[in-house]
């Protein structure tokens, strides 16, 4: 008997070329139009010109959407290798914010490198979820479930929550935690511990009350009553409400939103910008972008499911559910559902590092696509 029957056939390795044939184009092309649909809402916000948003923002995509390629067809056995080290890195980068970070719109939370900035809190999203599915690769059910494997996950959520939160941003660190706990659900800790971690947070907000900034609390007042000073600290959202509710249910009209074009509206251009759309294309427009991110954010989790590696599953549901976080925040607060937190609508907010972070999630997810059927044998490590 030959040796190929003895083991059965070699696994033959792809090229980078079959690999972007192996691409789902019919999502990555999605993915253009939410992008698409964003270049119009900067170009409206900017009373009909390019300049200086729209075509900013179209150059990153470009940049970003290369690199997207370029993760996908990478071998996920890579990315699971780096999955610690982009951990340690991202740290690094939050520790040098607080050296020498930028400091823009009440908190010091960029980095400066020249052709643009970026907030290293924005891609530690994806490093976390990295360092976490890297973690539970080959720990069986029980393993998972066991309370002392707890220890090290909580060290990979908690240290980079801690320095983001002291930038400070609050929202950014409680999107982390968001992530990092959908990650410890899809690796099958128990439901009682999120239920018992919940009550336990619940007891404690009279005493983290105390020690939220003012600007913080007022949001969260804003929230629970708008109403309660319309002029201050609640005109952005009481503005975003009448926005939202006057664009009806086919909108009026490209460039014709009234709240938008008279500057009524504040912070169109990022967290409200999903305001500008509703105004100007109304629930129909609405709904239709809504739908083209879950088809995306669906994708993923189905990719995740039909993974054949414990890390190729945590990281492309992980990376789908946190991406979800994003764009569930972003309506949840310009509806006045939730307090105003500063998270933008990804591809669609003017910012570079939410778009970046999008891009290099969904060349991961794409990653695992290509390389779903790829068995990743557990290798013992520092951390996992």
């Not at 992980?318 to 607060?333: C, T």
């Amino acid at each position: 008997m030959g040796t190929a029957r003895m083991f059965g056939p070699r696994r033959v390795e792809k090229n980078i070329f079959q690999r972007l044939m192996d691409i789902n184009w019919g999502i990555v092309f999605v993915n253009v139009l939410i992008a698409a649909a964003g270049f119009a809402m900067l170009y409206s916000v900017a009373g009909g010109a390019w300049e200086p948003w729209a075509s900013t923002q179209a150059v990153r995509f470009a940049g970003a959407f290369v690199l997207m390629l370029i993760i996908a067809v990478i071998d996920i056995r890579y990315w699971m290798a780096f999955a610690y080290p982009a951990w340690f890195i991202g740290v690094l980068l939050l520790v040098a914010v607080e050296v020498m970070g930028a400091v823009g719109m009440g908190g010091q939370r960029w980095l400066d490198i020249g052709v643009m900035r970026i907030q290293p809190s924005e891609l530690m999203k994806i490093a976390v979820v990295m360092a976490l599915a890297r973690y539970f690769h080959g720990r069986n059910y029980d393993q998972s479930r066991n309370l002392r494997s707890l220890v090290i996950p909580l060290v990979l959520i908690l240290v980079p929550v801690a320095l983001v939160v002291i930038q400070p941003d609050l929202g950014t660190g409680l999107m982390i935690v968001a992530g990092g706990a959908a990650i410890l659900f899809l690796a099958g800790l128990p439901a009682w511990l999120f239920i018992a971690a919940g009550l336990v947070v619940a007891a404690a907000i009279p005493v983290g009350w105390q020690f939220l900034r003012d600007y913080q609390k007022d949001r969260v007042l804003t929230f629970l009553n708008p109403e309660s000073d319309p002029l201050g600290a609640g005109y952005q959202i009481t503005q975003s409400k009448i926005a939202l509710g006057s664009g009806g249910l086919t909108g009026k009209g490209f460039l014709e939103g009234t709240q938008s074009q008279l500057n009524f509206l504040p912070e169109m251009k990022t967290d409200f910008i999903f305001t500008v759309l509703a105004e100007e294309f109304g629930l129909i427009g609405a709904v239709i972008v809504l739908a083209l991110y879950m088809i995306v954010l669906a994708y993923g989790m189905l990719i995740g499911i039909g993974c054949r590696s414990q890390f190729g599953r945590l990281l492309a549901s992980g990376l789908a559910m946190s991406l979800f976080l994003y764009v569930l925040i972003n309506v949840a607060m310009v509806m006045g559902l939730m307090p105003v937190v500063g998270v933008p609508l990804p591809m669609i907010s003017y910012g570079g590092s939410a778009m970046l972070t999008w891009m290099i999630a969904y060349g991961l997810i794409l990653s695992v696509a290509i390389h779903r059927h790829v068995s990743l044998a557990p290798k013992g490590s520092g951390l996992g």
